[in-house]
């Protein structure tokens, strides 16, 4: 009787995923909403009957009965990198034109899919079973909301079909349908409560919530659209791993397609441009990539982005608003910024109030002056722009804003870079700027040091107490107190969340130096790469350089940055007054020691990155042309160039057997 119970069960189950297939995957139900909503309660009963035969992948347990106390990190197994964007046929081109190049002559074909306007997550999923999920993060350490993603219908929970790797990640959007979404804002509002923004958000803070059964009740939905960690690969190509994806019960948008050369991208990219009012979810632009992965491979990615994929967004959202000032602001480095200061207005889902110029020329070109009407616009995540000035709106008598000729902040004089747009201020000492370079150096993306906000650098600023990054861990909390506004437990507060920053990793205090070109991902690069702040100090241009995810402006700055004596005082100080940064966890051996290997062409066990890390890991260096310096080319299936440069440059050349025996 017990076993009938179990098989019963079992079936149902079966059953339910079934539906859940045709329903989400394939889009095809085959019962109606009545008949599914039948077995499922049917499968209810009898579990609670027979509690001991409740599984935790079980179609009844999507979601979990308590609420968490916080989210736990995880650390991505391979990172989550972002997407370069184009806005036009001509960039799309050029794009296609970089890719070109780098493939020497191959054949290559395109894939073409919506950019769905949502929040990228992480699927894990061990022996079929999904065991974690976890948001982009900072692109290498995310939030674990898998309590909150169970409860999304789209995602299986336990994959369908043979041949499933053990390991298989899959990445996608989380989205809420447009449809939901105001059903959700129309909800808030009866109740009282604020309204999200736009589905992008909604979607977000439903992920961020620590009850999962109020995410359950707020219909999201899930396109995978990308491969994390595999133990074996799904397929060859992308557009055959989302076939995969499919059959493994992953739902994949409908409207993917292939794209043979870039003329015929370039015109699926324009067929969305208007269609698009027709989904009920958002998307905000396209995305395109190379389709084979060997090619991807060949291809590569910069610190923060591959570069055989791109995105092309539509045009913005407008609004028109008028300007009521016009404002300068320096920056850390010293560039000069004109603001507009406009009339609040709704812009895609929020209230703008200000707006950048960007530069004195585009300012000029535009000619916009205070009293004007405008024309503003937001073009993806950057901040709202003026795009056009309502001339025959303007009211008479307003002058043409004045380029500055000194520092709004210092007083002090100021040059245009030699080639370029930009106009700074020279004095190193302005005020103006150290304030941005603190704000920068605490800000949540670099040191994260709570509580030292916009407001209390000002002061600290302005009263002298802090003239570089070292003097914040020399302050004292007597010195505080003086303060206007800032109470004893305030005080202790910041002290605190001052001395926790002492610890953070390397890669955190790299890139809160705000060296120009160097981000949190290419700061984790060279953490990672150096290992100390010592190596990274001594490096040469050219040692720099040659790491495969660092470009030539990028070594130059870094190498010029720490060539600065006031910057290398700064830092003896930071050191001095007790900064300690965290070493990189990554294991290294010393068995390719000073040894410079090129790798070419396909690897049956690595991908470029992880073939790449495990020669940083065993202490080598990979680089990405061959010369006489190098110690070996490690080549795999259709090797390139490199391997007819390494025969004649008589340079050694391994297999991949070889190298493993290596390590
Ligand atoms: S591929 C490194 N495909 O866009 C690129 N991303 O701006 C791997 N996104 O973080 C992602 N639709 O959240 C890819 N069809 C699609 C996408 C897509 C939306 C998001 C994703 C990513 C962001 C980059």
């Not at 073409?112 to 079929?128: N, T």
């Not at 992965?293 to 994929?309: E, K, N």
């Not at 008598?397 to 709004?408: A, H, I, N, Q």
């Amino acid at each position: 009787m017990a076993r009938e119970i179990e098989k019963q069960i079992e079936k149902l189950r079966e059953k339910i995923r079934e539906h859940d297939y045709l329903y989400y995957v394939l889009n095809q139900p085959e019962i109606s909403d009545r008949q599914y909503d039948k077995l499922f309660a049917d499968l209810k009963k009898l579990e609670q009957e027979n509690p001991q035969l409740i599984t935790f992948d079980s179609p009844t347990k999507r979601v979990s009965g308590q609420p968490l106390e916080g989210f736990k990190t995880v650390r991505h197994a391979m990172p989550m990198l972002s997407m370069d964007n184009t806005y036009n046929a001509d960039e799309l081109r050029a794009f296609d034109e970089r890719v070109r190049k780098q493939l020497e002559g191959m054949d290559y074909d395109y894939v073409v899919e919506l950019k769905i306007d949502g929040v990228a997550i992480s699927l894990r999923y061990e022996d079929g079973l999904l065991v974690t999920a976890a948001t982009r993060g900072d692109g290498r350490v995310g939030d674990d909301v898998t309590a909150n993603v169970r409860t999304i219908k789209a995602i299986p929970l336990v994959l369908r079909g043979d041949g499933i790797p053990a390991v298989l990640e899959a990445r996608g959007e989380v989205y809420m349908p447009t449809s939901a979404f105001a059903e959700l804002n129309k909800v808030r509002v009866e109740a009282g409560e604020p309204v999200f923004a736009n589905p992008r958000n909604s979607t977000a803070g439903s992920l961020k919530l620590l009850d999962a059964r109020i995410t359950a009740s707020r219909n999201l939905s899930f396109f995978a659209y990308a491969t994390g960690e595999v133990s074996e690969p799904l397929a060859e190509n992308h557009y055959q791993t989302l076939q995969r994806f499919k059959k493994t019960g992953l739902p994949v948008n409908p409207h993917v397609k292939k794209g043979k050369d870039i003329d015929e991208v370039i015109e699926i990219c324009n067929s969305w441009n208007e269609k698009r009012l027709t989904l009920d979810y958002q998307i905000d632009g396209m995305v395109v990539k190379v389709n084979r992965f060997d090619q991807q491979d060949i291809l590569g990615a910069t610190g923060r982005a591959p570069r055989w994929c791109i995105s092309y967004k539509f045009a913005a959202e407008q609004a028109e608003t008028k300007v009521e000032s016009i404002e300068v602001q320096v920056g850390k480095s010293g560039i000069l910024t004109p603001v507009a200061n406009l009339t609040p207005v709704l812009l895609a889902g929020t209230t703008v109030k200000r707006a950048s110029l960007h530069n004195f020329d585009m300012l000029a070109k535009l000619d916009v002056r205070s009293g004007d009407s405008v024309v503003i616009e937001k073009a993806g995540e950057i901040i709202p722009q003026v795009v056009e000035v309502k001339k025959e709106l303007r009211p008479s008598g307003m002058k043409s804003f004045k380029r500055p000729d000194e520092c709004p902040n210092c007083g002090s004089a100021v040059a245009k870079d030699e080639d370029g747009v930009y106009i700074r201020c020279l004095n190193p000492d302005c005020t103006g700027q150290l304030k941005e370079r603190l704000k920068y150096f605490a800000g949540r993306g670099q040191m994260d040091i709570e509580n030292l906000g916009s407001a209390l650098i000002d002061q600290l600023v302005e009263e002298g107490l802090v003239k570089n990054f070292a003097d914040l861990y020399k302050l004292e909390q007597s010195d505080l107190i003086e303060l206007e506004r800032m109470a004893e437990k305030s005080a202790d507060n910041v002290i605190k969340a001052i001395e926790a920053s002492k610890k953070r990793p390397l890669w955190r205090l790299v890139a809160s130096l705000g060296i120009r070109h160097i981000g949190g991902q290419t700061a984790q690069v060279l953490a990672e790469y150096f290992g100390s702040l010592d190596k990274l100090m001594e490096a040469t241009q050219e040692e720099l350089a040659d790491i495969d995810q660092v470009g030539p402006t990028m070594a130059k700055s870094v190498y010029e940055y720490f060539r600065d004596l006031k910057n290398k005082q700064v830092i003896d100080e930071l050191l001095a007054a007790g900064v300690k940064p965290e070493k990189p966890k990554t294991r290294r051996s010393s068995k390719l020691a000073g040894k410079t290997i090129v790798v070419t062409g396909t690897l049956e066990k690595f991908t470029r990155q992880q073939i790449e890390q495990a020669i940083r890991q065993a202490g080598g260096k990979s680089s990405s042309s061959v010369s006489k310096k190098t110690d070996f080319v490690l080549a795999g299936d259709n090797p390139g160039s490199k391997l007819d440069k390494a025969k004649k440059l008589d340079v050694k050349v391994i297999d991949e057997k070889q190298f493993l025996e290596l390590l």
